[in-house]
Antibody
Framework: EVRLVQSGEEEKRLGESLRISCKGSGYKFTTQWISWVRQRPGKGLEWMGR????????NYSPDFQGRITISVDKSMNTAYLQWNSLEASDSAIYYC?????????WGQGTLVTVPS | QSVLTQPPSTSGTPGQRVTISCSGGASNIASNTVVWYQQLPGMAPKLLVY???RRPSGVPDRFSASKSGTSASLAISGLQSEDAATYYCAAWDDSLTWFFGGGTVLTVL
Protein backbone atom coordinates (compact mmCIF):
# COMPACT_ATOMS: atom_id res chain seq x y z
CA GLU A 1 0.00 0.00 0.00
CA VAL A 2 1.34 3.42 -1.00
CA ARG A 3 1.33 5.67 2.07
CA LEU A 4 2.57 9.04 3.20
CA VAL A 5 2.90 9.48 6.95
CA GLN A 6 3.53 12.96 8.34
CA SER A 7 5.08 14.11 11.56
CA GLY A 8 2.96 15.17 14.50
CA GLU A 9 1.26 18.35 15.58
CA GLU A 10 3.48 21.32 16.39
CA GLU A 11 2.99 24.45 18.49
CA LYS A 12 5.73 27.03 18.06
CA ARG A 13 6.39 30.66 18.99
CA LEU A 14 6.61 33.62 16.65
CA GLY A 15 9.98 33.78 14.94
CA GLU A 16 10.94 30.18 15.68
CA SER A 17 12.06 27.74 13.02
CA LEU A 18 10.29 24.50 12.19
CA ARG A 19 10.72 21.47 9.97
CA ILE A 20 7.92 18.96 9.41
CA SER A 21 8.28 15.67 7.60
CA CYS A 22 6.51 13.32 5.24
CA LYS A 23 7.67 9.69 4.96
CA GLY A 24 6.74 7.60 1.96
CA SER A 25 6.32 3.83 1.95
CA GLY A 26 5.01 1.11 -0.35
CA TYR A 27 6.61 2.51 -3.50
CA LYS A 28 9.94 3.64 -4.91
CA PHE A 29 10.23 7.05 -3.22
CA THR A 30 12.36 8.65 -5.93
CA THR A 31 9.74 8.07 -8.65
CA GLN A 32 7.01 10.38 -7.31
CA TRP A 33 7.22 14.13 -6.83
CA ILE A 34 6.13 15.33 -3.38
CA SER A 35 4.05 18.50 -3.08
CA TRP A 36 3.11 20.45 0.03
CA VAL A 37 -0.34 21.98 0.42
CA ARG A 38 -1.54 24.44 3.06
CA GLN A 39 -5.03 24.60 4.51
CA ARG A 40 -5.69 27.45 6.91
CA PRO A 41 -8.53 26.99 9.43
CA GLY A 42 -11.85 26.90 7.62
CA LYS A 43 -10.21 27.74 4.29
CA GLY A 44 -9.34 26.03 1.02
CA LEU A 45 -6.27 24.29 -0.32
CA GLU A 46 -3.17 26.21 -1.41
CA TRP A 47 -0.29 24.59 -3.29
CA MET A 48 3.05 25.64 -1.82
CA GLY A 49 5.62 23.83 -3.91
CA ARG A 50 7.05 20.47 -4.85
CA UNK A 51 10.24 18.47 -5.02
CA UNK A 52 11.50 15.69 -7.26
CA UNK A 53 13.04 13.23 -4.77
CA UNK A 54 15.20 11.82 -7.55
CA UNK A 55 17.32 14.93 -7.99
CA UNK A 56 15.95 17.36 -5.34
CA UNK A 57 14.75 19.78 -8.02
CA UNK A 58 12.22 22.14 -6.44
CA ASN A 59 9.45 24.33 -7.80
CA TYR A 60 7.73 26.86 -5.50
CA SER A 61 4.51 28.79 -5.76
CA PRO A 62 5.28 32.53 -6.01
CA ASP A 63 3.08 33.00 -2.94
CA PHE A 64 5.50 30.92 -0.85
CA GLN A 65 8.84 31.41 -2.59
CA GLY A 66 11.43 32.68 -0.13
CA ARG A 67 9.40 31.82 2.96
CA ILE A 68 9.70 28.04 2.91
CA THR A 69 12.23 25.41 1.95
CA ILE A 70 11.28 21.98 0.63
CA SER A 71 13.92 19.29 0.85
CA VAL A 72 14.27 15.52 0.78
CA ASP A 73 16.38 12.76 2.29
CA LYS A 74 16.28 9.90 -0.19
CA SER A 75 17.93 7.51 2.23
CA MET A 76 15.04 8.02 4.65
CA ASN A 77 12.28 8.17 1.99
CA THR A 78 11.31 11.45 3.62
CA ALA A 79 10.44 14.92 2.38
CA TYR A 80 10.54 18.03 4.54
CA LEU A 81 8.91 21.44 4.73
CA GLN A 82 10.84 24.07 6.65
CA TRP A 83 10.38 27.61 7.90
CA ASN A 84 13.18 29.77 9.34
CA SER A 85 10.94 32.28 11.08
CA LEU A 86 7.31 31.42 11.75
CA GLU A 87 4.50 33.95 11.69
CA ALA A 88 1.01 33.70 13.16
CA SER A 89 -0.34 33.44 9.62
CA ASP A 90 1.53 30.14 9.20
CA SER A 91 -0.98 28.47 11.52
CA ALA A 92 -2.59 25.80 9.36
CA ILE A 93 -2.76 22.15 8.48
CA TYR A 94 -0.03 21.16 6.07
CA TYR A 95 -0.46 18.18 3.78
CA CYS A 96 2.10 16.40 1.68
CA UNK A 97 0.92 14.60 -1.44
CA UNK A 98 2.63 12.37 -3.98
CA UNK A 99 2.46 12.69 -7.73
CA UNK A 100 3.19 14.93 -10.70
CA UNK A 101 -0.06 15.22 -12.64
CA UNK A 102 -2.27 14.27 -9.71
CA UNK A 103 -1.88 14.24 -5.92
CA UNK A 104 -2.42 10.68 -4.74
CA UNK A 105 -2.04 9.68 -2.01
CA TRP A 106 -2.05 12.45 0.59
CA GLY A 107 -0.51 12.40 4.01
CA GLN A 108 -2.76 12.71 7.03
CA GLY A 109 -1.78 16.34 7.61
CA THR A 110 0.31 18.15 10.22
CA LEU A 111 -1.30 20.87 12.32
CA VAL A 112 1.01 23.80 12.96
CA THR A 113 -0.06 26.41 15.50
CA VAL A 114 1.77 29.69 15.97
CA PRO A 115 -0.08 31.76 18.59
CA SER A 116 0.04 35.50 18.15
CA GLN B 1 -9.63 35.19 -4.79
CA SER B 2 -8.80 31.83 -6.38
CA VAL B 3 -7.63 31.57 -9.98
CA LEU B 4 -10.09 28.69 -10.34
CA THR B 5 -13.63 29.71 -9.40
CA GLN B 6 -16.09 27.34 -7.79
CA PRO B 7 -19.46 28.06 -6.15
CA PRO B 8 -18.95 28.12 -2.37
CA SER B 9 -21.83 25.78 -1.67
CA THR B 10 -24.47 23.54 -3.15
CA SER B 11 -27.01 21.09 -1.80
CA GLY B 12 -29.25 18.24 -2.79
CA THR B 13 -31.50 15.56 -1.41
CA PRO B 14 -30.67 11.85 -1.46
CA GLY B 15 -31.01 10.40 -4.93
CA GLN B 16 -30.72 13.76 -6.68
CA ARG B 17 -28.06 14.82 -9.16
CA VAL B 18 -25.87 17.83 -8.40
CA THR B 19 -23.19 19.54 -10.43
CA ILE B 20 -20.25 21.65 -9.34
CA SER B 21 -18.60 24.04 -11.76
CA CYS B 22 -14.98 25.15 -11.96
CA SER B 23 -14.03 28.14 -14.09
CA GLY B 24 -10.47 28.96 -15.01
CA GLY B 25 -8.50 30.35 -17.92
CA ALA B 26 -6.37 29.71 -20.96
CA SER B 27 -3.22 28.99 -18.97
CA ASN B 28 -4.71 26.39 -16.67
CA ILE B 29 -7.95 24.54 -17.47
CA ALA B 30 -7.82 25.17 -21.21
CA SER B 31 -4.28 23.90 -21.63
CA ASN B 32 -3.88 21.33 -18.84
CA THR B 33 -5.98 18.57 -17.36
CA VAL B 34 -8.35 19.09 -14.45
CA VAL B 35 -8.33 17.06 -11.27
CA TRP B 36 -11.04 16.85 -8.62
CA TYR B 37 -10.56 16.07 -4.93
CA GLN B 38 -13.04 15.22 -2.21
CA GLN B 39 -12.38 16.30 1.36
CA LEU B 40 -14.57 14.75 4.00
CA PRO B 41 -14.88 16.72 7.25
CA GLY B 42 -11.72 16.45 9.33
CA MET B 43 -9.91 14.33 6.73
CA ALA B 44 -7.20 14.77 4.16
CA PRO B 45 -8.31 15.35 0.57
CA LYS B 46 -8.76 12.29 -1.64
CA LEU B 47 -8.38 11.98 -5.40
CA LEU B 48 -11.78 11.72 -7.08
CA VAL B 49 -11.19 12.42 -10.78
CA TYR B 50 -8.03 12.91 -12.86
CA UNK B 51 -7.25 13.76 -16.49
CA UNK B 52 -10.50 15.75 -16.76
CA UNK B 53 -12.86 12.79 -16.48
CA ARG B 54 -11.12 9.59 -15.38
CA ARG B 55 -11.98 7.92 -12.08
CA PRO B 56 -9.41 6.05 -9.97
CA SER B 57 -10.35 2.53 -9.05
CA GLY B 58 -12.71 2.51 -6.10
CA VAL B 59 -14.48 5.77 -6.98
CA PRO B 60 -18.14 5.01 -7.74
CA ASP B 61 -19.42 5.75 -11.25
CA ARG B 62 -21.96 8.09 -9.65
CA PHE B 63 -19.14 10.61 -9.91
CA SER B 64 -18.48 11.96 -13.38
CA ALA B 65 -16.62 14.98 -14.70
CA SER B 66 -16.09 16.86 -17.93
CA LYS B 67 -14.25 19.84 -19.35
CA SER B 68 -14.91 22.32 -22.11
CA GLY B 69 -12.63 25.22 -22.90
CA THR B 70 -11.81 27.10 -19.71
CA SER B 71 -14.45 25.39 -17.57
CA ALA B 72 -14.90 22.01 -15.95
CA SER B 73 -17.65 20.39 -13.98
CA LEU B 74 -18.18 17.53 -11.57
CA ALA B 75 -21.51 15.73 -11.42
CA ILE B 76 -22.71 13.48 -8.64
CA SER B 77 -25.77 11.39 -9.39
CA GLY B 78 -27.80 9.29 -6.95
CA LEU B 79 -26.68 11.56 -4.13
CA GLN B 80 -25.93 9.79 -0.86
CA SER B 81 -25.42 11.13 2.65
CA GLU B 82 -21.76 10.08 2.60
CA ASP B 83 -21.16 12.44 -0.32
CA ALA B 84 -21.39 15.40 2.06
CA ALA B 85 -17.94 16.93 1.72
CA THR B 86 -15.99 19.79 0.21
CA TYR B 87 -15.02 19.33 -3.43
CA TYR B 88 -12.00 21.02 -4.99
CA CYS B 89 -11.00 21.31 -8.62
CA ALA B 90 -7.33 21.76 -9.44
CA ALA B 91 -5.27 22.40 -12.53
CA TRP B 92 -1.63 22.96 -13.40
CA ASP B 93 -0.95 26.43 -14.73
CA ASP B 94 1.57 27.32 -17.41
CA SER B 95 3.21 29.64 -14.85
CA LEU B 96 4.52 26.43 -13.22
CA THR B 97 2.05 26.50 -10.34
CA TRP B 98 -0.79 24.27 -9.28
CA PHE B 99 -4.03 26.10 -8.56
CA PHE B 100 -6.97 24.84 -6.55
CA GLY B 101 -10.48 26.15 -6.73
CA GLY B 102 -11.86 27.71 -3.57
CA GLY B 103 -13.84 24.57 -2.80
CA THR B 104 -17.56 23.79 -2.89
CA VAL B 105 -19.29 22.54 0.25
CA LEU B 106 -21.90 19.93 -0.64
CA THR B 107 -24.73 19.52 1.85
CA VAL B 108 -26.99 16.49 1.58
CA LEU B 109 -30.35 17.58 2.95
Amino acid sequence: EVRLVQSGEEEKRLGESLRISCKGSGYKFTTQWISWVRQRPGKGLEWMGRIDPGDSYTNYSPDFQGRITISVDKSMNTAYLQWNSLEASDSAIYYCAAGLGVFDPWGQGTLVTVPS
Amino acid sequence: QSVLTQPPSTSGTPGQRVTISCSGGASNIASNTVVWYQQLPGMAPKLLVYSDSRRPSGVPDRFSASKSGTSASLAISGLQSEDAATYYCAAWDDSLTWFFGGGTVLTVL
